[in-house]
């Protein structure tokens, strides 16, 4: 198991214990580290937490392009349970139309890049309101960062090694 060696800090204070965690994250993201390296409870947060930040920024297909190999939207699922995020974006997540072909796939299949475009935009009209449907959950909505910080609170030495 793969901890983050650090020297102690305050797990109370929300900032702190967040920076940490994002060089923890920094340091186990699935394409830089070795994922099955890691516990299932560090990888929990860290699926949610990359999960989240991908959608947030590139949708879900970008998590889908990204991620995928690593992992799938069942485990995304299951560490968003466990973590006890809010049930209306597990929901969003049950109905995403997973069985589509993934960006690399299709970049294979493609005659074209005129092919590979439509095909493309539409997955994007696909994934849309699935994305819209996330942004609107995340909107004023700090339940994801702050359920992590309590799972992380409560496995602490999970993830950290301390410095003496």
């Given at each position: 198991?793969?901890?983050?060696?650090?020297?102690?800090?305050?797990?109370?204070?929300?900032?702190?214990?967040?920076?940490?965690?994002?060089?923890?994250?920094?340091?186990?993201?699935?394409?830089?580290?070795?994922?099955?390296?890691?516990?299932?409870?560090?990888?929990?947060?860290?699926?949610?937490?990359i999960y989240d930040s991908e959608v947030m920024g590139e949708g879900h297909m970008g998590f889908l392009d990204m991620y995928s190999k690593y992992i799938d939207i069942d485990a995304v699922i299951g560490a968003m349970e466990h973590l006890h995020i809010p049930e209306p974006f597990i929901c969003n997540i049950r109905k995403l139309p997973i069985k589509q072909l993934s960006v690399d796939e299709l970049c294979e299949?493609?005659?074209?890049?005129?092919?590979?475009?439509?095909?493309?935009?539409?997955?994007?009209?696909?994934?849309?309101?699935?994305?819209?449907?996330?942004?609107?959950?995340?909107?004023?909505?700090?339940?994801?960062?702050?359920?992590?910080?309590?799972?992380?609170?409560?496995?602490?030495d999970e993830f950290f090694e301390f410095a003496d």
């Open positions: 198991m793969t901890k983050y060696r650090t020297e102690k800090f305050d797990i109370a204070d929300d900032d702190a214990l967040w920076g940490k965690f994002m060089s923890f994250a920094r340091a186990n993201i699935p394409y830089e580290a070795h994922w099955s390296e890691l516990s299932e409870k560090q990888k929990r947060p860290l699926t949610v937490f299949q493609a005659a074209d890049e005129d092919e590979f475009s439509a095909k493309m935009d539409e997955l994007d009209e696909l994934f849309d309101a699935y994305d819209n449907a996330y942004y609107e959950l995340r909107k004023d909505s700090t339940d994801i960062e702050d359920t992590i910080l309590t799972y992380l609170r409560g496995n602490i």
